[in-house]
């Protein structure tokens, strides 16, 4: 395929980096760790709760890790996080290689995790409900190849609604030009009526593929939400323990319809988070990836968004939610 390449961007100025970024790293893990990054975050009985990707086992034949697990932490301010001794969820199908990149949603009180799945048949992406998060009762896994699924908070017109990124590969000129798109379900369990909702064409900084990032959060204005975008410079050599690395992954921000979620109502022609700190674009697995999967809305307005940075390390930055809003100034088109 031919890339176009998309040059230089920068973070838009409303978001701010935590302090104490990394708010999450291997050396937080009490059990063997090694890139702790792409986690799911939210609201729970009380505290922050962080369900994070640990790729675990240095190779010397590969500068891919050995395997996957997923863990968890707690947090009183969003913070300073402790992860638990043990990992979390783990599924029971021999078919089954890795399950990675959980997302939670918290629905009428019981907290919904979604999460990719990598089978010997391809990828999927399941919907798991836990009340503790050591007993995790799945409710659908999709055929293959999709992942990227984040759920919204409510039901919407008596539907669930959820986003997700099928991986079409004949049928968009089989390089990986990758979409959002909409579906919605009665149950949680059968989903339907699915819709185009982002193309990759829709974002100037994307040439590559684009995906939901964390789940939306609700304001008086429609259903806010991050998505991530790539882009692919063929130019780009060794950046990270790879030989190659051409992607830059960047994340988006964009408004849905209140009572249609499966309408762009706005969105920023511009990322919102760039990689630009050296957790972002150094000594990273894979560095230049910013890979949100957490948004929280605080009562005081402030925004929480946390991502995975470099596929090495969890990371957070906060912003206005009047003043994310604002960078939605643009059509779909
Ligand atoms: C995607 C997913 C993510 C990862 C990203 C960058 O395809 O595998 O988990 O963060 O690539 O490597």
Redesign the pocket.
Known sequence: MEYTPVGPVTSSPVITRCPANPVLAANDVPYEALLV??AGITKFQGKYVMVF?NDYGRREDSPHPRATNIGLAFSDDGIAWTVQPEPCFALQDDDVRRA??PRLTVIDGRCYMCF?VDTAHGVRGGIAVTDDFDTFDVLCMSVPDNRNMVLFPEKVNDKYVRLERPFPVYGRGGGSRFDCWYGDSPDLRYWGNFSLLLGVEHVPYANDKIGPAAPPVKTPKGWLTTFHAVDIDTSRGKNGWEATWQ?R?TAGIMLLDLDDPSKVVAMSKTPLIAPEAPYETDDGF?ND?I?PGGMILENTGEVKIYY?AA?TVECLVTADVGDLLALCDSPRG
Do not use: Q, S
């Open positions: 990054f792409n990707r990675y990149d990719a992607k992954y894979r990836v890979f995975g596929d």
